[in-house]
């Protein structure tokens, strides 16, 4: 079984900075894409930034330009790098490997959430 489990979150102020990890553990698999979600409070799940493993990268409208995603292929980790941190990135945050390949077949799997917490 393959797990992804975030860490990083926590209680920021405004314009502070804050880098969220996701790392895989499990064994015999490979990711092609790894992602980040957030879900703030009354709101809908959105994308914010996905990364695959030749280094393309994407990123929502709100976040460019304040948020790097990066990852280590050999580590099979992925990490936000967030900047600039505005009220409105109060979420919690979610990783994701939408095409995990392991035992001939594809998974799409998601870690626990790490709270990210942005006020004065």
């Known amino acids: 079984q393959v797990q992804l489990a975030e860490s990083g979150g926590g209680l920021v102020q405004p314009g502070g900075s804050l880098r969220l990890s996701c790392a895989a553990s499990?064994?015999?698999?490979?990711?092609?894409?790894m992602g980040w979600y957030r879900r703030a409070p009354g709101k809908q799940r959105e994308l914010v930034a996905v990364i695959t493993r030749d280094g393309s990268t994407n990123y929502a409208d709100s976040v460019k330009g304040r948020f790097t995603i990066s990852r280590d292929n050999a580590k099979n980790t992925a990490y936000l790098q967030m900047n600039s941190l505005k009220l409105e990135d109060t979420a919690v945050y979610y990783c994701?490997?939408?095409?995990?390949?392991?035992?001939?077949?594809?998974?799409?799997?998601w870690g626990q959430g790490t709270q990210v917490t942005v006020s004065s």
């Open positions: 994701n490997a939408p095409d995990l390949f392991r035992s001939g077949t594809y998974f799409n799997i």
């Open positions: 499990g064994s015999a698999f490979s990711i092609y894409t």
